[in-house]
């Protein structure tokens, strides 16, 4: 799975830390990293409160294009 | 704002259960060991580990019923060749274990064996075809309301 940069960015833009972000959507700065690193896999559930928490669309942040 | 206590998010949850589901087939892999050494190996009578042998069908039988009943895997998946090929599995499994314990038995009680270990899978196997069947119905009904 590659680096979600985009989310990263976009964190960063709201002026959030992983744990302000983790705290927001019900999870740990852990999990915040792992899926920033692309090394966790998130439920669409969680995708979803992730894309709220950073006033995204859900494409803007886990979408790739060209991707199968 | 952050809780105080253990955090658990759908993360550590999902390697929660992944961690326990390995662990549970470690512990069944290993207590059938056990069971096997203890009959075929060391000889010991039936009664000596009855209580560990009947945790253990109880457990996978139980087990195996379940994923089928709440998993809802749909009967038209199950062709017949592959509950033909788990069927033949069972007794043939079931009978060499049982003549192996006992070889000392006449063809006609190695027979008698073969016969209640045939009867005894295709009930298994008719029960799980059932949960199969009613936890797909039970899906459906829910997907319906």
Do not use: H
Not at chain 2, 34 to 56: G, K, N, S
């Amino acid at each position: 799975m590659a680096t979600n940069i985009r989310m990263k960015v976009a964190r960063v833009e709201k002026s959030l830390s992983q744990q302000e972000l983790a705290d927001r959507v019900e999870a740990t700065r852990q999990t915040i990293g792992l899926i920033e690193k692309g090394e966790y896999n998130p439920t669409l559930k969680l995708c979803l409160r992730i894309a709220r928490a950073l006033d995204r669309t859900l494409d803007q942040l886990f979408w790739e294009e060209g991707a199968k | 704002m952050k809780k105080p206590g253990l955090q658990v998010d759908e993360r550590s949850a999902s390697i929660f259960r992944k961690v326990c589901t390995r662990m549970y087939l470690a512990t069944i892999a290993l207590l059938w060991l056990d069971v096997i050494y203890r009959q075929l190996w060391l000889r010991q009578p039936v009664t000596e580990f009855i209580d560990i042998a009947l945790v253990l069908i109880v457990n996978v039988v139980v087990a195996i019923g379940a994923i089928l009943y709440f998993g809802g895997v749909a009967i038209p998946r199950f062709r017949a060749s592959i509950v033909a090929f788990f069927y033949v599995i069972c007794v043939v499994a079931g009978t060499a274990f049982w003549i192996l314990k006992d070889p000392s038995g006449s063809t006609g009680a190695a027979f008698g064996k073969l016969l209640i270990v045939a009867s005894a899978s295709a009930i298994l196997i008719l029960l799980y075809l059932l949960a199969a069947y009613l936890g797909t119905k039970r899906l459906d009904k829910d997907l319906d309301d």
